[in-house]
T-cell receptor, first 111, second 111 residues
Framework: EADIYQTPRYLVIGTGKKITLECSQT?????MYWYQQDPGMELHLIHY???????EKGDLSSESTVSRIRTEHFPLTLESARPSHTSQYLC??????????FGPGTRLTVT | KQEVTQIPAALSVPEGENLVLNCSFT??????LQWFRQDPGKGLTSLLL?????REQTSGRLNASLDKSSGRSTLYIAASQPGDSATYLC??????????FGAGTRLTVKP
């Protein structure tokens, strides 16, 4: 079944740790995105990719990095987590028509 | 810069009512507009996508309209049910890589 997967769903981690949030999709989409969303607030784009070896920063300044080595995989890495990184991170993908499909999200808490 | 506004921020209705959610945007040169549903702590589920050349889209009890010239879209929900309770977000794609989200309307349908 075509879908978007994110792991972990929930993560509580201490300050200074390195973390990688996983996102993979089986929809055959070329474009993938990472958004950050605080409770009750709008989504903000932090990274996007148009295909393998293509990555761009979004509107929201972020200390995270991404990579796109395989079409289906778009991991996001925080080298040194801080309490200000506490948020929900949503991964999405889109194909030719630009209709976006979202994963279930990762809720990150940095203590 | 595109700004997307959703009014009201919250809405509570009794079961069975028809209701309208509003979305307005400041730049009418859009590529498409997408309505999503988000349940608490979850990702976004795509409901309807309207291309810039279209006036409306329908799916089941949902109907979305688009008026680019006035910068407005509405999501009409017929015969609301408690299961419709969620936050509804609209998002406007301005060009190939710029998608702006509203903060959403939190809908509660009371049995």
């Amino acid at each position: 079944e075509a879908d978007i997967y994110q792991t972990p769903r929930y993560l509580v981690i201490g300050t200074g740790k390195k973390i990688t949030l996983e996102c993979s999709q089986t929809m055959g989409h070329d474009k993938m995105y990472w958004y950050q969303q605080d409770p009750g607030m709008e989504l903000h784009l932090i990274h996007y990719s148009y295909g393998v070896n293509s990555t761009e920063k979004g509107d929201l300044s972020s200390e995270s990095t991404v990579s796109r080595i395989r079409t289906e995989h778009f991991p996001l890495t925080l080298e040194s987590a801080r309490p200000s990184h506490t948020s929900q991170y949503l991964c999405a993908s889109s194909g030719l028509g630009y209709e976006q499909y979202f994963g279930p999200g990762t809720r990150l808490t940095v203590t | 810069k595109q700004e997307v506004t959703q009014i009201p921020a919250a809405l509570s209705v009794p079961e069975g009512e028809n209701l309208v959610l509003n979305c307005s945007f400041t730049d009418s040169a859009i590529y498409n507009l997408q309505w999503f549903r988000q349940d608490p702590g979850k990702g976004l589920t795509s409901l309807l996508l309207i291309q810039s050349s279209q006036r409306e889209q329908t799916s089941g009890r949902l109907n979305a309209s688009l008026d680019k010239s006035s910068g407005r879209s509405t999501l009409y929900i017929a015969a609301s049910q408690p299961g419709d309770s969620a936050t509804y977000l609209c998002a406007v794609r301005h060009n190939n890589n710029d998608m702006r989200f509203g903060a959403g309307t939190r809908l509660t349908v009371k049995p």
